[in-house]
């Protein structure tokens, strides 16, 4: 039986994540949309888990929050959709 996670669950921890650091840093939504040159509703969705991103939106989100890629989605285990200690 399998125990695996629905793809809208596994993006909700990076989006989590997203929100996170987006509101530590001081950005709003409007702001990070326009500076990572993505659509501020699919952010916002993003953020909530209610869609996925993909990978080249949410490269650009990183470097946007000073971080790349990989650091953003480390912690993310996108096999379970769970969160791993950091």
Known sequence: MST??????RHENV???????????GLSQ??????????QSGLSKFE???????PTPLRRIATVL???????VAGTDFRT?????E
Do not use: F, W, Y
């Not at 990070?32 to 659509?39: C, K, S, T």
């Not at 000073?66 to 953003?72: D, F, N, P, R």
């Open 66 to 72: 000073g971080m790349t890629l990989e650091e953003l």
């Open 4 to 9: 695996g996670v629905s793809p809208q669950r």
């Open 30 to 39: 409007d702001r990070l949309a326009i500076e990572a040159h993505v659509d």
């Open 48 to 54: 909530r888990g209610g869609r996925p991103i993909g």
């Open 15 to 25: 989006g989590s994540k997203v929100r996170r650091l987006r509101m530590e840093r």
């Open 81 to 85: 959709g769970q969160s791993t200690p």
